[in-house]
């Protein structure tokens, strides 16, 4: 997984939903980087990375 293929929401809470469809929990550490269209949300644990691009901030 990397930006390109980020899965995209529309919001945090958005992307809350996501996290919690795919079982992202406590364990995970948030980075946020800022995009021109959007923010990018980089949860990592150990070497997996997973990318959530949200378009719209609330």
Do not use: H, P
């Amino acid at each position: 997984m990397s930006e390109k293929t980020a899965y995209l929401v529309n919001s945090v809470g958005d992307e809350y939903i996501l996290l919690n469809i795919l079982n992202i929990g406590q364990d995970y550490t948030r980075n946020a980087k800022a995009v021109k269209d959007g923010m990018i949300d980089i949860w990592e644990k150990d070497s997996r990375r997973i990318y959530i691009k949200i378009l719209y901030l609330d």
